[in-house]
């Protein structure tokens, strides 16, 4: 069974800021599988990243996913205040525990 | 407008029974992979089960004999029939549309979800 690691659990940013997130995973699936998705509180989670590099419909071009194997990372190039959200990694039927992005 | 609206859920006693539907717009559920995943109160994602288009089912193993998923083609909508639930059952549960390639699977779009609470 894979087990996805997200680091850091919890990253403080400033809004303007770059938030770079990582996500590991305990062996190789193929190069590209991996997906992101951002989460508010009390709505169900987004697609944001799929194939590990390809955003999703309507997904602005400051979220970017990079990475193959084992190793993915997700970008926010310049946070927006609608950003600061949990965000989470999936490969196959696994989710990553994932990373809050909060307001410093 | 793709549209996935879960229903059914509610407290219920430990060892109870409960059915949640998701009724699909704009989409036809029969014709692709369908997916329910939950998340407990302050926790993370964790898939439950799948049907396929074909009709094939799996299930997590935390839920294999106790939950079944299905569907009814002449309404649209999926169900997941839960059994014997438990307490650590307790979670919003979510339906959502799985895309699978050859090199990759990812969940999109999702219901809004119904929380299931599980407790005496």
């Known amino acids: 069974e894979i087990v996805l690691t997200q680091s850091p659990a919890t990253l403080s940013l400033s809004p303007g800021e770059r938030a770079t997130l990582s996500c590991g995973a305990s062996?190789?699936?193929?190069?590209?599988?991996l997906a992101w998705y951002q989460q508010k509180p009390g709505l169900a989670p987004r697609l944001l990243i799929y194939?590990?590099?390809s955003r999703a419909t309507g997904i602005p071009d400051r979220f970017s996913g990079s990475g193959s194997g084992t190793d993915f990372t997700l970008t926010i190039s310049r946070l927006e205040p609608e950003d600061f959200a949990v965000y989470y990694c999936?490969?196959?039927?696994?989710f990553g525990q994932g990373t809050k992005v909060e307001i410093k | 407008e793709v549209q996935l609206v879960e229903s059914g859920g509610g407290l219920v006693q430990p060892g109870g029974s409960l059915r949640l539907s998701c009724a699909a717009s704009g989409f036809t559920v029969s014709s692709n992979y369908m997916s329910w995943v939950r998340q407990a109160p302050g926790k993370g994602l964790e898939w439950v089960s799948v049907?396929?288009?074909?009709?094939?089912?799996y299930y997590a193993d935390s839920v294999k004999g106790r939950f079944t998923i299905s569907r009814d083609n002449s309404k649209n909508t999926l169900y997941l029939q839960m059994n014997s639930l438990r307490a650590e059952d307790t979670a919003v549960y979510y339906c959502?549309?799985?895309?699978?390639?050859?090199?990759?699977?990812?969940?999109?779009?999702w219901g809004q979800g119904t929380l299931v609470t599980v407790s005496s």
């Open positions: 999936q490969q196959s039927w696994t």
């Open positions: 959502a549309s799985l895309t699978v390639t050859t090199t990759s699977n990812w969940f999109d779009p």
């Open positions: 062996q190789s699936v193929s190069s590209s599988y």
């Open positions: 049907i396929y288009s074909g009709g094939s089912t």
């Open positions: 194939d590990a590099s």
